[in-house]
Nanobody, 122 residues
Framework: QVQLVESGGGLVQAGGSLRLSCAAS????????MGWFRQGPGKEREFVAV????????SYADSVKGRFTISRDGAKNTVLLQMNSLKPEDTAVYYC???????????????WGQGTQVTVSS
């Protein structure tokens, strides 16, 4: 069982930055691929970024490529999402999740955090 807790959300002006953190409760976290997803008002949950258990391979949604960076710290059992050049359309609840397989499909992720709100004002 892996428990995930996100933090770091908040209110920021367009063009600003935020860093989200996801803390995992179990050492088995290291065996999972870790993803970030988001769900905006009235929208379906969508893929944002994912990082392989090797800490190296990453993949991003086209909408955030070049602005967001995902990373993980095995010693601290955490996954980070650095978000720069934020836009109002980035406003959403952001979730971290863990999957045993390399995928961007939300339904394939076994474990989810409770989410953290990110609001970008124009």
């Amino acid at each position: 069982q892996v428990q995930l807790v996100e933090s770091g959300g908040g209110l920021v002006q367009a063009g600003g930055s935020l860093r989200l953190s996801c803390a995992a409760s179990a050492p088995t976290f290291r065996n999972y691929h870790m993803g970030w997803f988001r769900q905006g008002p009235g929208k379906e949950r969508e893929f944002v970024a994912v990082i392989h258990s090797n800490h190296i391979t990453t993949s991003y949604a086209d909408s955030v490529k070049g602005r967001f960076t995902i990373s993980r710290d095995g010693a601290k059992n955490t996954v980070l999402l650095q978000m720069n050049s934020l836009k109002p359309e980035d406003t959403a609840v952001y979730y971290c999740a863990a999957a045993p397989y390399w995928t961007t499909v939300p339904s394939a992720y076994n474990y989810w955090g409770q989410g953290t709100q990110v609001t970008v004002s124009s």
